[in-house]
RNA sequence: GACCCCGUCGUCUAGUCAGGUCUAGGACACCAGGUUUUCAUCCUGGUAACACGGGUUCGAAUCCCGUCGGGGUCACCA
């Protein structure tokens, strides 16, 4: 047997990341009953009656018995993408997973999607499956982790994977029996400092310009004696990792070395007071439980590394690689948060509020009547707009009411926002994984099968990149002339139905096909066939006349646009109602053009405005088959009474 | 403020590691022209950048130092 002091040595730079699973059972002599199941916590139980035996000297009598530990480098890739559940699926996320998923893609890895929910207070159920659904529409999907498909992902059989549970919320023995195992060696102490005490300690500092840094003397010199009163009197206390004194260096595969001084470490905590660990530990017990190699996260968490590595190595983990990406921010510079359509409606609230009288109850009435049923829904009340208006909350229901009632835009910032403003998936996609990343040689428009292909972290970018939502437009309108008419049209029903309820399906019935059509050429988006051709699905008697239009349209040079409606009249209610089609529809409008000497423009304009009431259209002859005869001749009946001048009604 | 990261057209970037082929390439935006019944497309052309200052070198966008600028972190959030 070899010299297990010698083995102990050899493993210290390299410290195999094995699993106590994997330790265990290398120590089976081979076809005898294994001494525990794949479960990671089980076999930490298994360790648990073998205090006096850590992590690395298993690892060393594994390596005594011959048994080779799967080192880091040559094991498979493995990448998580983390999310906490806390809204949908925000733009950056989206990135970091397309990141994760490409780079584990690339090479033959795995890709596992985990939910951090140890924030008790803000994760919920909705968002889990918010996120979930967001993932799949941009068409990623994950070895391990949650089903999709199941009823309540939630449910531990239900979850694929050997490694599970994948929610954090379900793992909370195993982050306490390693925080156990880290006061046991010293590394971690309880604290009983309490919230308020620590931030009036960091408001004193601040207020003295002096560097606040967390002090642990107090708390590590607690004689054992008080520390078990205090617990038996139940006094809330977190744990606290205890900082190495030494420096700790990362090694980024983006940034290079960076290195942190151990004077700018602080002891950290690793267990709340409710004993939910916090995103430190979890994130690293978990990273290392599920053999994670890779850890692709945003640069906002280049700081936590530090910490993260400490934590390993007191754990006896080996560090998986890190790669920091690049921030996303707005086209302004500012960071893209979920608060930007709190900000803009807000902002469009009070500028509505100031040419109203400051009426809020006005607001409030107008809101709601254009809302109706939606506000009791988000519990929106006159004291909750009140508080809203003065930032007293930022509840991300209350921008899309206002929203609605003014007709304001609200800036995208969650995936489920681009979807519901009618990007396609693949072009967010190709947009999302060009900041902070490039495939080099001019090439940017490419798909996620390219991505499979030719995703590389070397040339992951350092510099932190504003998001132009012109460009993504850009990729969007040849994203959609890409599809098929057919393509086309199947996309449209499903956006109809996702962001409107299918109002175009209902209104339109079997007229909607040609109405796809019509616009499958001049739309940038799925929202703007709907958004521009509102029109199609109001009321005869209800369509609203952009005066500018008018103007433009009808009533410049003497009134010429009515005249040429008057003349129209006649010559379209002589069309039959099964021939009202496009040809027959040119056919006869041409044909008056030429006869009066007009260019189309002249003709097709004022019918143009009296269907639609705007200047903009689909071209006239497809509107006007769309309309129908009946919707045709009766808007331009309505259209010439209301606007023809009131002496020529009465001279007439 | 302290610590850390970054700095090529307005924006995203190629080029930087292995200095010359870079009078710096592409994309989006913008401007001009063309096509078109409106709109949206589409086509052609154009404007536009190595943050600044030192150094190393025959030669610097590329290597080194400094300055300035931008950003991140400093929670019982992740």
Same mark, same amino acid.
């Given at each position: 047997m070899p010299n297990l002091q010698v083995m102990r040595h050899d493993i210290q730079g390299q410290t195999p990341c094995l699993t106590l699973y994997e330790h265990l059972s290398a120590l089976q002599p081979p076809g005898s009953e294994p001494v525990c199941n794949r479960s990671p916590r089980i076999a930490m139980r298994a360790t648990a009656t073998y205090p006096q035996v850590d992590t690395p000297v298993v690892s060393s009598i594994a390596l005594a018995f011959d048994y080779n530990p799967p080192s880091m480098s040559n094991r498979k890739i493995v990448t998580r993408f983390a999310p906490s559940p806390t809204g949908h699926l925000h733009v950056g996320g989206a990135r970091t997973a397309l990141f994760n998923w490409a780079f584990a893609r690339k090479h033959g890895g795995t890709f596992i999607l985990r939910i951090e929910d140890t924030d008790r207070a803000r994760s919920t159920a909705q968002s889990t499956r918010a996120i979930i659904d967001d993932l799949r529409w941009l068409g990623l999907d994950w070895d391990e982790g949650p089903d999709e498909k199941a009823d309540d992902p939630y449910d531990p059989q239900s979850q694929i994977g050997e490694h599970g549970p994948y929610f954090q919320s379900q793992r909370l023995d195993l982050y306490k029996e390693h925080a156990q195992r880290l006061m046991q060696a010293g590394r971690a102490y309880k604290c009983f400092k309490t919230p308020d005490e620590l931030k009036a300690q960091r408001d004193n500092a601040k207020a003295e310009k002096r560097p606040y840094k967390y002090d642990r003397t107090e708390s590590i010199n607690l004689p054992q004696p008080t520390i078990d009163k205090y617990v038996e009197e139940g006094r809330p206390h977190v744990v606290r990792f205890r900082m190495p004194d030494h420096d700790i260096t990362v090694h980024d595969l983006v940034l290079g070395d960076v290195t942190v001084k151990a004077s700018e470490l602080e002891d950290f905590i690793i267990l709340k007071s409710d004993g939910y660990p916090t995103f430190h530990l979890a994130n690293v017990v978990d990273d290392a439980l599920m053999q994670v190699t890779h850890v692709l996260r945003a640069q906002e968490h280049l700081m936590n590394t530090p910490k993260h590595v400490a934590l390993q190595e007191a754990l006896g983990f080996e560090s998986p690689k890190y790669a920091h990406m690049p921030l996303i921010f707005n086209a302004d510079g500012s960071k893209m948060s979920k608060r930007d359509k709190a900000k803009t409606a807000r902002a469009a609230a009070k500028e509505w509020m100031k040419q109203n009288n400051d009426n809020i109850d006005r607001l409030y009435h107008e809101i709601k009547e254009e809302c109706a049923g939606y506000l009791d829904s988000i519990g929106l009340t006159k004291e909750t707009l009140q508080d809203f208006l003065d930032k007293k909350t930022d509840d991300v229901l209350y921008p899309q009411a206002i &929203?609605?009632?003014?007709?304001?835009?609200?800036?995208?910032?969650?995936?489920?926002?681009?979807?519901?403003?009618?990007?396609?998936?693949?072009?967010?996609? $190709?947009? #999302?994984?060009?900041? +902070?990343?490039?495939?080099? $040689?001019?090439?940017?428009?490419?798909?996620?099968?390219? #991505?499979?292909?030719?995703?590389?972290?070397?040339?992951?970018?350092?510099?932190? &990149?504003?998001?132009? @939502?012109?460009?993504?437009? &850009?990729?969007?309108?040849?994203?959609?002339?890409?599809?098929?008419? !057919?393509?086309?049209?199947?996309?449209?029903?499903?956006? =109809?139905?996702?962001? @409107?309820?299918? /109002?175009?399906?209902? +209104? #339109?019935?079997?007229?909607?096909?040609?109405?796809?059509?019509?616009? %499958?050429? %001049?739309?940038?988006?799925? !929202?703007?066939?709907?958004? $521009?051709?509102?029109?199609?699905? /109001?009321?005869?008697?209800?369509?609203?006349?952009?005066?500018?239009?008018?103007?433009?349209?009808?009533?410049? $040079? =003497?009134?010429?646009?009515?005249?040429? #409606?008057?003349d129209l009249q006649p010559p379209l209610e002589s069309i039959p109602t099964d021939k009202w089609t496009a040809s027959e529809l040119e056919k006869t409008i041409k044909d008056y053009a030429q006869q009066k000497n007009l260019g189309m423009g002249k003709v097709a304009q004022p019918l143009r405005v009296a269907v639609s009431g705007s200047t903009v259209s689909p071209p006239i002859f497809d509107t006007l088959v769309i309309l129908g005869k009946g919707s045709t001749l009766a808007r331009i009946g309505r259209c010439l009474q209301l606007n023809t001048p009131q002496q020529q009604t009465e001279a007439s």
């Open positions: &929203a609605r009632f003014l007709h304001i835009p609200l800036p995208e910032i969650d995936v489920n926002d681009f979807r519901l403003s009618g990007y396609l998936p693949e072009a967010l996609l $190709n947009y #999302l994984a060009l900041l +902070g990343w490039s495939p080099g $040689n001019d090439v940017e428009r490419f798909d996620l099968d390219f #991505l499979k292909e030719n995703f590389d972290l070397k040339r992951i970018g350092k510099s932190n &990149a504003r998001f132009d @939502r012109d460009k993504l437009l &850009a990729f969007n309108t040849e994203a959609i002339a890409k599809l098929s008419s !057919d393509e086309f049209h199947q996309q449209l029903i499903r956006h =109809d139905g996702y962001s @409107r309820s299918c /109002t175009f399906q209902i +209104g #339109l019935g079997n007229r909607f096909r040609p109405f796809a059509a019509c616009y %499958r050429e %001049r739309s940038r988006t799925l !929202d703007e066939p709907f958004a $521009n051709g509102q029109f199609f699905v /109001t009321d005869d008697t209800k369509i609203e006349y952009d005066p500018k239009a008018i103007d433009k349209a009808l009533l410049k $040079n =003497d009134d010429q646009g009515l005249a040429v #409606l008057n």
